[in-house]
T-cell receptor, first 115, second 113 residues
Framework: AQSVTQLDSHVSVSEGTPVLLRCNYS??????LFWYVQHPNKGLQLLLKYTSAATLVKGINGFEAEFKKSETSFHLTKPSAHMSDAAEYFC?????????????FGSGTRLSIRP | DVKVTQSSRYLVKRTGEKVFLECVQD?????MFWYRQDPGLGLRLIYF???????EKGDIPEGYSVSREKKERFSLILESASTNQTSMYLCASSFGQAEDGYTFGSGTRLTVV
C-alpha cells in the first residue's frame, strides 16, 4: 500500500531565507513522487516529479526535491523564499490501483512568508 | 496547454437537492478524476474514470456517482446533497500513467445549506 505523510501542516519563513517542506512516503513498489502547489483560489500546479531517474529533481520557481530511498523521504527545498511562494504544497505518491494508476495526496503544508 | 475546466467556481445548494458538477478537458486525456479537498485532509479521491463509460470508486465514493458519456467530460453527481458534502471539489485529467502528472481544474467550492 502507498501512503504519504507531510510532517508539518504549517511552515513560516522570512523572505530570503531557505524553505524546507518535509515529506515521507511508504510504498511497496518503486514510487513516483510529486510536489504540487496550490495558490489561493487556484487549481493545483505540478512543481516537480521524481520517476526513478536522477534523485535530485529540479522544478519550477527555484524549487527542488531529493529522493532518499534509505530515509523514504522526498523533502522540498528552495534556497531563498519569495513572497509569491506563499501557498499550500502537497506531496504526492503514485500507486497502482485496479486498472488505472492513481496518485495519493498528503494532507498539505501551508507555507507562509514573512516580509 | 491542457485545460481542465470546471463549469462552476462557487455553488450553493440546499440539503436534499441533486447536484451536478461538470468537468471538461480539451486534450484527449484517457483518465479523469474527481477529488474533494478539505482542510487538514488534503485531497481524497471520490471516483475516477479511465475510459468512456468506465468508472471506478476511489476512497470516498459514498453519496456520489459519476458519468462519463464522452471522453472529454466527466460529471460528478451528488444524489441528495448533505451538509457534510460542503467542500472544494477538484477535477483532474491525465494521459496514461500517473507518472505523467495530472492537470487540475480550478475547483468548485460547493456549500450545502
Amino acid at each position: 500500500a502507498q501512503s504519504v505523510t507531510q510532517l508539518d501542516s504549517h511552515v513560516s519563513v522570512s523572505e530570503g531565507t531557505p524553505v524546507l517542506l518535509r515529506c515521507n512516503y511508504s510504498s511497496s513498489y518503486s514510487p513516483s513522487l510529486f510536489w504540487y502547489v496550490q495558490h489561493p483560489n487556484k487549481g493545483l500546479q505540478l512543481l516537480l516529479k521524481y520517476t526513478s531517474a536522477a534523485t535530485l529533481v529540479k522544478g519550477i520557481n527555484g524549487f527542488e526535491a531529493e529522493f532518499k530511498k534509505s530515509e523514504t523521504s522526498f523533502h522540498l527545498t528552495k534556497p531563498s523564499a519569495h513572497m509569491s511562494d506563499a501557498a499550500e504544497y502537497f506531496c504526492v505518491v503514485s500507486a497502482v490501483y485496479s486498472s488505472a494508476s492513481k496518485i495519493i495526496f498528503g494532507s498539505g503544508t501551508r507555507l507562509s512568508i514573512r516580509p | 496547454d491542457v485545460k481542465v475546466t470546471q463549469s462552476s467556481r462557487y455553488l450553493v445548494k440546499r440539503t436534499g437537492e441533486k447536484v451536478f458538477l461538470e468537468c471538461v478537458q480539451d486534450m484527449d486525456h484517457e483518465n479523469m478524476f474527481w477529488y474533494r479537498q478539505d482542510p487538514g485532509l488534503g485531497l481524497r479521491l471520490i471516483y475516477f474514470s479511465y475510459d468512456v463509460k468506465m468508472k471506478e470508486k476511489g476512497d470516498i465514493p459514498e453519496g456520489y456517482s459519476v458519468s462519463r458519456e464522452k471522453k472529454e467530460r466527466f460529471s460528478l453527481i451528488l444524489e441528495s446533497a448533505s451538509t457534510n458534502q460542503t467542500s472544494m471539489y477538484l477535477c483532474a485529467s491525465s494521459f496514461g500513467q500517473a507518472e505523467d502528472g495530472y492537470t487540475f481544474g480550478s475547483g468548485t467550492r460547493l456549500t450545502v445549506v
